[in-house]
Each structure stands twice: as structure tokens, then as C-alpha cells.
């Protein structure tokens, strides 16, 4: 949403838009692509779409963070939700530069995403974010895997409420091991 002097901090910049948006997407691969100098996300992966992958790429110099996958508005038990998708081995860097809550992979209303080998750095805001309900009601976030990923130099004391695997409202069967996480301020 954008507000008459500019867009209006969220957790996770979530009303924020991105440079590249895929929708009822399936099966799309984007491999060892560059998104670099965006005024926002570098990519929203959204509305119904299912077994993407984004592999070897390059996001830096981000306005807001780097990849959202999902919806933010809950979707009804039984609808067509975003799952299914592989974020895998990228380099998210030099985040937050307008809106300084981005995240650098942000896993909304979405189930079943597996997130790994990712390189994410020199952010003010959190590494990865996965869910997105406060509280303990229904929740599509489910089964999701944050694995072998390298998250380092976030924060910056710039924000608080923040971390490197962030985690929000209940999701079962979801997976966080196996990750490299230092110089979290």
C-alpha cells in the first residue's frame, strides 16, 4: 500500500512490492539470473503458484528484501494456496535500503517450500521469515525446510523484534536445522 509520502513500514515490508512478480505460476525456474538496484522485493513468488525454483541467482542492492513467496491475506481452509517452490542456493545481499523491515526470504501464507544453500547477508531486518499468523489459529504454513543455509551480518542494531530464522504462528511439520547463523545484531 502505498501512503502519500511513501509506503508504510510493516513487519517483513509485506505490502511491499517487487521487481519481478510471478502469479498462478507453475513450474517456472529462474536460474542464475541477476535482480540487483530495486526500489523494493526483488521477487514475489504469489497467488497460487506452485513447484517454482529459484536457484543460483544474485539479489543485492534491494530497497526493501529479497524473495516473498505466498500471500498475506489468509486464505480459506481448502483454497488454492502457494506451495511446492525451492529456493536454492542464491546470494541475498545489501538489503533494506527503503524500507529497512525487508526480509531476505520471507515465506508467507505458503506450505510445503523447501529453502536451502542460501547465502543472505548484510540486511537490517531478518534472514528468513516463515508464517504468518500471530497467535495460534489456523495457519496454511505447514511442512515447510529452512536447511543449510548461511545467514550473517543482519540487523546492524538498525531494528529489533528480528532474527535470522524468524518464525510466526504454528506450522506443523516444518523443518529449521542445519543452518549457519553468526553476527546477528
Not at 501512503?3 to 509485506?14: D, F, K, L, R
Request: aromatic share 8%; with cysteine.
Amino acid at each position: 500500500t502505498i501512503a502519500p509520502m511513501g509506503e508504510e513500514p510493516q513487519q517483513a515490508a509485506a505490502g511491499s512490492e517487487a521487481a519481478l512478480v510471478m502469479e498462478y505460476a507453475d513450474e517456472v525456474t529462474l536460474r542464475r539470473c541477476e535482480l540487483l538496484h530495486t526500489g523494493a522485493y526483488a521477487l514475489r513468488i504469489g497467488r497460487s503458484s506452485h513447484r517454482n525454483r529459484v536457484e543460483q541467482c544474485y539479489l543485492a542492492d534491494l530497497g526493501a528484501g529479497g524473495i516473498q513467496v505466498g500471500e498475506t491475506r489468509l486464505p480459506e481452509e481448502g483454497s488454492d494456496v502457494t506451495s511446492h517452490n525451492v529456493i536454492d542456493n542464491n546470494i541475498i545481499t545489501s538489503a533494506g535500503h527503503e524500507q529497512p523491515c525487508g526480509v531476505g526470504i520471507a515465506l508467507f501464507h505458503t506450505h510445503h517450500n523447501r529453502v536451502s544453500h542460501n547465502d543472505i547477508f548484510d540486511i537490517l531486518y531478518s534472514g528468513i521469515s516463515v508464517g504468518w499468523v500471530w497467535g495460534y489459529s489456523y495457519s496454511p504454513s505447514k511442512g515447510n525446510e529452512i536447511l543449510y543455509n548461511h545467514v550473517h551480518h543482519i540487523g546492524w542494531g538498525e531494528l529489533s523484534d528480528m532474527g535470522a530464522v524468524y518464525t510466526l504462528g504454528p506450522s506443523e511439520g516444518t523443518r529449521i536445522c542445519h543452518n549457519y547463523i553468526h553476527d546477528v545484531w
